[in-house]
């Protein structure tokens, strides 16, 4: 397993588009939690012009909520087309670079190749985690008053859920790059379906009376972003009168992950039988 | 001797076309094995099958007598058609990566780079080097770890004459420390000043398998003259072994079906009463030979 680990990291360590497509994300992703709470407010203030009893202003990087809201923005589908894009693009470069076919050739086993590959998603969403728990503590910590250890920690379990949401969506990727094996159309194909396809079948298959338990509710992309749902900012609860996603509920986690379970079946299968 | 590399009438098609059809084949230690044939004669469907690159429809392969395992590649150098490694890293980098899944530790990367001249530019990264450069690091990578068996395909292919002349000579340095080579060529040239045996292929057929001297020792045909040509005619008719003639207007061509030596075609001219002015012998080359087979299975 280090052995595979130490290949990988070989392979990446120099890859500028990889540091390239890492830098993007990292600014995208930091933009995005830093300028939230103020583009939120913008509206608010635009809305207020319109409104009789105008709405206050948010705040939502005190704890314990913060880890909802950062953990919700970072798995959006804008922001997990990021790592996804870059697992395409590591898969499908060892079939353009036919580097599969020479470490096939010099002695690793076609399971041992996938398994190389399911390291560094494994490794990419632990790393990703640990950086976004680190960040989050710190923010939540500068932005709350009256703190102790449990408020701090209350609700950090969102951040298994973004772990879950990381590790799921790199292994869709992986499906799509084991099985399309070409860049080009791996990333076009799972943009469009990201994008447009499964957000158009999302609108028919969602039931309009049963907003919670539609079968639109299983489709493998909504499955993700479905880990962490949007925040409740309590205010606004107070306001609107409804009350979104608490904690993390086990089946919504579980979805994505036995989704991911089948794709690497089938990944594993469809290497063993074809030719390289 | 021992058994590195056993085929058993193994087939692969790819749609309707069959690369390769029920072919055995046996290679021995030491030997130096060409499997010979055109473009398009299964040479490398046969290699990719038993490297586990592509899964053959029926018939099989072991390695050293056991069946196929990522374990038995690892003993084995190859060349497979393009150079393949990652344009981005170092030639170095690269053969790190290939160490690495051999298991082998980094200090022969210094010396497969040295052997194959690429010393120098060890840093400079892969997309960066000419063809040639890239095919002799294919060859460096091959040789890593000082393999038990090295399969080349074509591994000249792409390279100035010094270049095909140096490989060449590298191949047969590492034949004569006794290392098992398959080497895939349809360069005849390349089979003749390389290997000790051959297989010849046609479209995945295997026409023709024995040692490179046998083939080339077959004498075909000879040339001879006397001063009464009509005579002599008659008189090589009766030759048991006799099989066709060219007349010219001084000199005939006999083909014999059968090894004929020119002593004996001498004593047998002799003893009928023919006094030879001119007698040669020609010697069917591999070359000949190789297109006679392919001829006879169009």
Redesign the interface.
């Known amino acids: 397993m280090i052995k595979l680990l130490k290949i990988e990291f070989k392979k990446i360590l120099t890859y500028k588009i990889f540091w390239i497509l890492t830098g993007l994300y990292f600014i995208f992703l930091a933009a995005g939690i830093l300028l939230a709470e103020f583009m939120i407010n913008n509206m608010v203030d635009g809305m207020n012009r319109h409104l009789p009893i105008p709405l206050p202003h948010v705040t939502i990087y005190f704890l314990p909520w913060v880890w909802q809201n950062i953990t919700y923005f970072a798995t959006i589908r804008y922001v997990l087309i990021f790592p996804a894009i870059i697992i395409i693009i590591l898969i499908t470069n060892e079939f353009t670079f036919k580097t599969i076919r020479q470490n096939v050739i010099n002695g690793m086993s076609r399971a041992e190749f996938i398994w190389s590959k399911m390291l560094i998603i494994l490794l990419i969403s632990v790393a990703m985690t640990i950086l976004l728990f680190l960040g989050t503590a710190i923010i939540g910590i500068s932005h709350t008053t009256g703190l102790t250890l449990a408020l701090i920690l209350e609700k950090s379990s969102f951040m298994a859920g973004f772990f879950i949401s990381m590790l799921t969506i790199q292994v869709y990727a992986l499906f799509f790059g084991f099985l399309l094996r070409n860049t080009g159309l791996s990333i076009a194909l799972f943009t469009l379906y990201s994008f447009i396809v499964e957000p158009v079948l999302y609108f028919f298959l969602k039931s309009p009376l049963v907003h919670e338990n539609g079968i639109s509710t299983y489709l493998p992309l909504n499955a993700v972003l479905r880990v962490v749902e949007y925040p409740s900012i309590p205010v606004l609860t107070k306001v609107m009168g409804i009350s979104l996603q608490d904690s993390l509920s086990l089946s919504a986690c579980a979805i994505p992950l036995a989704y991911a379970a089948v794709m690497i079946g089938i990944v594993y299968l469809a290497l063993m039988k074809k030719d390289l | 001797m021992e058994t590195i590399l056993s085929i058993n009438r193994m087939s692969k098609s790819y749609g309707r076309i069959r690369a390769v059809k029920e072919l055995d084949l046996t290679v021995k230690r030491g030997q130096v094995f060409g499997i010979l044939g055109p473009n398009g004669s299964g040479k490398t469907t046969t290699l990719?099958v038993v490297?586990?690159?592509?899964?053959a429809d029926s018939g099989g392969f072991e390695w050293y007598g056991w069946p196929p395992s990522?374990?038995s590649?690892?003993r084995?150098g190859?060349v497979?058609e393009?150079p393949?490694?990652?344009?981005?890293?170092?030639a170095i980098?690269n053969l790190?990566?290939?160490a690495?899944?051999?298991?082998l530790g980094y200090e022969d990367i210094d010396r497969v780079l040295q052997l194959t001249g690429l010393y120098e530019r060890r840093n400079s990264r892969f997309k960066t080097f000419s063809f040639g450069m890239k095919q002799r690091l294919a060859i460096a990578?091959a040789l890593l770890g000082n393999p038990e068996v090295m399969i080349l395909d074509e591994p000249t292919n792409g390279l100035d004459p010094q270049g095909i002349a140096q490989i060449r000579e590298l191949i047969l340095q590492v034949a004569a420390q006794g290392t098992t080579i398959i080497l895939a060529s349809h360069l005849l040239d390349e089979v003749q000043k390389i290997c000790s045996h051959v297989a010849v292929l046609s479209k995945g057929v295997k026409l023709f398998e024995g040692m490179v001297s046998e083939v080339l020792s077959v004498s075909d045909s000879f040339e001879l003259a006397a001063p009464d040509i009509e005579s002599l005619i008659s008189v090589i008719r009766r030759h048991p072994a006799f099989r066709s003639l060219t007349p010219g207007t001084d000199r005939i061509q006999v083909y014999f079906s059968t090894e004929v030596r020119p002593g004996e075609l001498n004593m047998f001219c002799h003893a009928q009463g023919i006094i030879l002015s001119h007698l040669s012998e020609r010697k069917r080359s591999l070359e000949q030979h190789f297109l006679e087979l392919l001829d006879q299975n169009l």
Do not use: A, T
């Not at chain 2, 490297?51 to 899964?55: F, K, P, R, T, V």
């Not at chain 2, 393949?84 to 170092?90: K, R």
């Open positions: 990719s490297l586990e690159l592509i899964g990522k374990e590649r690892k084995i190859s497979i393009s393949n490694f990652f344009p981005y890293l170092s980098v790190q990566i290939v690495d899944i051999k298991d990578s």
